[in-house]
Every structure is written in structure tokens, then in C-alpha cells.
């Protein structure tokens, strides 16, 4: 189960905790699926070769990592695969980044595309609208101390940030505000998370924006996001829970 409580250094307040609302964890879930990969040193990625359907191999991954934001069209319970196997579902999330950004929209990885996917890059790893210290924990400022180690949970919060990134273009640039991201286990129990919270595995973001939560859940329904809790908070929380072998929890449903 996971929870979404905001704790934000903007914004204020207590909230009911409904835990009983979070939804259930898919029995026998297992470990964060995909390589670790350390971000606090990086560099814009270098892309060696055109990638295109059919292609495999840890580059792979990682377009696969930056693309997952593109998984739909419209509302549906659909995600890219992080496996480093670029089939059809991979192709289709190219094209829609392709149309978003202008690029010729050919399912083929090349240049102009590599660069477009290199632009939302920051040269510490982050993306180009999201920073690291607001998905760290609000008390420790760091990624320690939750469910997995900090290198997975930094690795886990920049593959979400690559899903922000695709909901923010979505929603037309709007930007969005994290008001919650990692928590160590101390600092969830401290307020009233649930003990199995995404937020516990840098895995989960609770949203504010200058657009309803409604809007910002139905755009979240097209990017892979398998967690949205209901929009009548006043945060919009979204995690990737299925990307860790999780049941899909959409709270309003599909809207």
C-alpha cells in the first residue's frame, strides 16, 4: 500500500490518513526491476549508436527509462517495459515523444532524437524541470534510510522524474511542484504513511500545480503512472508501483 501525505516546505497541514483506501500490494512482489544506475555524477548520456525496434542492451534501458512518460495515448493501465528489449510498445512510446517534441516521429532513436532526449537531461543526473533535493527526504536531505538502498532510491526517483517530465509537457509546461518524494522509513511513520508506501522506495510524487488534480490525474493516466490516489486531495499523489511487480491502483479509477 502506499500513502501521499504532502509535507511540503510550501504548503501546510494535517490530513486524514485513509490507509484503508491505499489499495492492496500484489502478493509476492518482488525487487526494483533494472540496473542501478548511479546519477550523481552524470554527463548528458552518450548515445553510441541509432537505436530501433528490435535493438537490445543497456542503452536500450535507458531510452526506455526516458520515454516511459509516452506509454498512452489516452487513459490507459499500460507502462514501457524496462528491460532493454526494444519491441513495438518501446517504438510506440518513441513516436509519441517524437510528435510531442517535433521530431520526426519514426520510432527510430537517431540523432535528433538522441539530443531532444539528452535536452532534458541536467548534468548532475536530474532532469531538466526537476532537481534532486526535492525528492529527497524532507528531515535527512538525503535518499538513506528507506526500503531500499539510497543508489535505488535515487535511481528510482530519476526514472520518476522522466515521467514528470512527459506529464508537464502534456499538461503544457505547467509546472509542477513536489511537495513529498522519498521518505525514510523514520520520517514516514512519522506522518502516518503507510508502512509499505512507494514513497519509501523513492518511487512516488505528491503534486501541486497552478491545474485541478482532476486534469493532472487524467494527463498522469497516460504516463505509465500505475499508483494515482484520488484528486479530491489537495495534492495530486502519482507513483510507479507496477514498475516494482505491483498491483495497479488508480483510486478514482480510470476518468
Request: hydrophobic fraction near 40%.
Amino acid at each position: 500500500m502506499t500513502s501521499s501525505h504532502p509535507l511540503s516546505r510550501r504548503l501546510a497541514g494535517s490530513f486524514d490518513r485513509r490507509t484503508a483506501l491505499r489499495g492492496a500490494l500484489a502478493a509476492g512482489a518482488g525487487a526494483v526491476v533494472g540496473p542501478v544506475l548511479l546519477s550523481s555524477s552524470a554527463q548528458a548520456y552518450s548515445w553510441t549508436r541509432t537505436l530501433k525496434e528490435g535493438d537490445t542492451g543497456a542503452d536500450v534501458t535507458e531510452l526506455q527509462i526516458r520515454v516511459a512518460g509516452w506509454a498512452a495515448d489516452s487513459a490507459s493501465q499500460s507502462l514501457v517495459g524496462i528491460d532493454g528489449d526494444f519491441g513495438p510498445i518501446t517504438a510506440a512510446a518513441v513516436r509519441r515523444f517524437q510528435t510531442a517534441y517535433g521530431v520526426t516521429a519514426d520510432g527510430v532513436v537517431a540523432a535528433s532524437t538522441q539530443t531532444q532526449l539528452n535536452a532534458l537531461e541536467q548534468s548532475d543526473g536530474s532532469t531538466l524541470h526537476f532537481n534532486w533535493s526535492e525528492f529527497t527526504d524532507r528531515v535527512s536531505g538525503t535518499f538513506a534510510g528507506g526500503k531500499v538502498t539510497t543508489a535505488q532510491a535515487k535511481e528510482n526517483a530519476r526514472r520518476l522524474m522522466y515521467k514528470l517530465e512527459a506529464l508537464r509537457k502534456k499538461l503544457g509546461n505547467v509546472p509542477l511542484t513536489v511537495n513529498s518524494g522519498f521518505r525514510s522509513i523514520a520520517h514516514n511513520a512519522d506522518v502516518g504513511g503507510a508502512s509499505d508506501s512507494m514513497h519509501l522506495y523513492g518511487n512516488a510524487a505528491d503534486l501541486g500545480a497552478s491545474v485541478s488534480n482532476k486534469t493532472i490525474y487524467q494527463k498522469a493516466e497516460t504516463c505509465g503512472f500505475s499508483g494515482l490516489e484520488t484528486y479530491t486531495e489537495d495534492h495530486q499523489h502519482v507513483d510507479s508501483r507496477a514498475d516494482m511487480g505491483r498491483a495497479w491502483w488508480w483510486q478514482d479509477g480510470k476518468i
